[in-house]
């Protein structure tokens, strides 16, 4: 078994930054594939970056360039660093993790992990 805990979220003014951890415990290798996921109230969950076991990252459009995800394989620490925060980027936040390989263009599909956070929350106020 996999387990997943978030942290760092919290209360931001518009334009201001956070940087989210994900703590991850029991068996994890290197194979494993990662994810942030966030899900807004009344909307559904939608992928917002990942990243597999070479290194490679995959990000929404709504937060290309303002988002990075990145992980410390030898803490099995994920983090989502988040900069240029607006109001449309309040949401719970949650980590997810596969053991499997997972494509690029599916890499921010919520069915693909079967691991998951409970979530933190992000809130952008303006």
């Known amino acids: 078994q996999v387990q997943l805990v978030e942290s760092g979220g919290g209360s931001v003014q518009v334009g201001g930054s956070l940087r989210l951890s994900c703590a991850a415990s029991?068996?994890?290798?290197?194979?494993?594939?990662w994810a942030w996921f966030r899900q807004a109230p009344g909307k559904e969950r939608e992928g917002v970056a990942a990243?597999?076991?070479?290194?490679?990252?995959t990000y929404a459009d709504s937060v290309k360039g303002r988002f990075t995800i990145s992980k410390d394989t030898t803490k099995n620490i994920l983090y989502l660093q988040m900069n240029s925060l607006n109001p449309e980027d309040t949401a719970m936040y949650y980590c997810a993790a596969d053991p499997k390989t997972i494509a690029t263009m599916l890499a921010l599909h919520r069915n693909e992990y079967n691991y998951w956070g409970q979530g933190t929350q992000v809130t952008v106020s303006s």
């Open positions: 990243i597999d076991s070479d290194g490679t990252t």
């Open positions: 029991g068996y994890i290798s290197s194979s494993f594939c």
